[in-house]
């Protein structure tokens, strides 16, 4: 991905409140029996908050990767076979699975159980205590809300709803809702602009058309015939320069400003509200 993507000093996006949740997970990890990490399935690398993984090194792990169903399922599967040959605990999830509580808390209850058997025969009981935790959209709340078959946490599509530690009791487990943080600095390009793409850092730090742009730029290079088939585009657009592609999407759709000119903001918009939405596939 090119640098022009993503300004680098907007990345630094850091607010006080992320390093708040840092503190307070520093501060809450020792009462914590498992601790249940959502990943987006699209991006598990990327939502891998290193920051996270050093507070939380010491306790049993359950990688959740959610949004299965807008990922490519080899390559998910490829990531379940990394983190179970690490000792972790790890399942696909789809995005969409509110209400349904059983089919959420039953695989989880499975792959639970051959963890926290480590921990039983070392002495350890009333193993109840999971922290729930990810970077900013991954959905976690959504996920709770789905083992919980009820709405008890918030739940939106853009990061930083939660803003403070939820308890949230649901049978015999104790769930600890955090804040989604990401980590203070990114050595990476690729994985801030990433994380960018699926809404994890709020777009209007960022400059939307170039977002757009990457995106488009990214997806065609993996998925050419998703995007031909969403935008009604033929070869010879779908190999334009990035930009030119961006407003002969906005040319589809007639989204126009006056004077005729495309407008390629609402174009940048709709692309990325779009792949957010798995209108792509």
């Given at each position: ?47 891998l908050n290193p ?130 943080v990401l980590w ?98």
């Amino acid at each position: 991905m090119s640098e022009d993507i993503i300004n680098r000093r907007a990345i630094q996006w850091f607010p006080g409140h992320m390093a708040k949740t840092l503190r307070l997970m520093e501060t809450e990890i020792r009462n914590v029996d498992c601790v249940l990490q959502i990943l987006d399935a699209r991006i598990p690398l990327s939502s891998l908050n290193p920051e996270i993984e050093r507070i939380t090194s010491g306790k049993p792990h359950l990688y959740i990767m959610n949004k299965a169903d807008l990922a490519d399922p080899d390559i998910t599967a490829q990531w379940l076979a990394y983190f179970k040959s690490a000792g972790a605990g790890c399942l696909p999830m789809n995005s969409k699975q509110s209400g349904k509580a059983g089919a959420v808390k039953g695989p989880i209850e499975k792959e639970l159980s051959a963890l926290m058997e480590r921990r039983r025969k070392k002495g350890m009981i009333g193993a109840r205590i999971r922290m729930v935790v990810g970077i900013p959209n991954v959905g976690k709340s959504t996920f709770i809300n789905s083992f919980a078959g009820a709405a008890r946490a918030k739940a939106a599509n853009k990061p930083g709803v939660t803003r403070g530690k939820q308890w949230i009791t649901v049978d015999d487990y104790d769930l600890m809702d955090m804040p989604g943080v990401l980590w203070k600095k990114f050595d990476s390009l690729e994985t801030a602009t990433n994380l960018a793409f699926i809404g994890s850092i709020k777009d209007d730090i960022l400059d939307i058309e170039e977002l757009a742009c990457g995106l488009l730029s990214g997806v065609r290079a993996i998925y050419p015939q998703r995007l031909m088939e969403r935008y009604k585009l033929d070869e010879q657009a779908l190999a334009l320069p990035p930009y030119d592609l961006l407003q002969a999407i906005g040319a589809k759709r007639g989204m126009l400003i006056s004077g005729g000119e495309i407008d390629t903001e609402r174009a940048s918009i709709a692309v990325l509200d779009e792949f957010r939405g798995a209108k792509m596939g």
